[in-house]
């Protein structure tokens, strides 16, 4: 089976900074369009960033200027470094990716990560 493992949340005051990391495993034919979610208390998930095979990026909003996604295709992984973090940060984050497999070689998708829980405080 294919997984997406997140890692890297925990608690940081307002301000701070955090890395997180996303490592797909399994048996894969090919990684297209990556991102990062996040569903804060009492709400929708919501995209943050996302980043196409080639490198493209597009960010949500209320992120432009403090998050930045990157992806290392030869590490099968994909990144999010927060900066100047704040309360409204605070949320579970998962990772998405759309994950081609033999024999469907231009199929993609969806799989997502487990969740790993950002909390920002004052």
């Known amino acids: 089976q294919v997984q997406l493992v997140e890692s890297g949340g925990g608690s940081v005051q307002a301000g701070g900074s955090l890395r997180l990391s996303c490592q797909v495993s399994?048996?894969?034919?090919?990684?297209?369009?990556m991102g990062w979610y996040r569903q804060g208390p009492g709400k929708q998930r919501e995209l943050v960033a996302g980043i196409t095979k080639s490198g493209a990026t597009n960010y949500a909003n209320s992120v432009m200027g403090r998050f930045t996604i990157s992806r290392d295709n030869t590490k099968n992984a994909v990144y999010l470094q927060m900066n100047s973090l704040k309360p409204e940060d605070t949320a579970v984050y998962y990772c998405?990716?759309?994950?081609?497999?033999?024999?469907?070689?231009?199929?993609?998708?969806?799989?997502w990560g487990q969740g790993t829980l950002v909390t920002v405080s004052s």
């Open positions: 998405n990716a759309g994950i081609a497999r033999l024999p469907a070689p231009h199929q993609y998708l969806p799989v």
């Open positions: 399994g048996i894969i034919f090919s990684i297209g369009d």
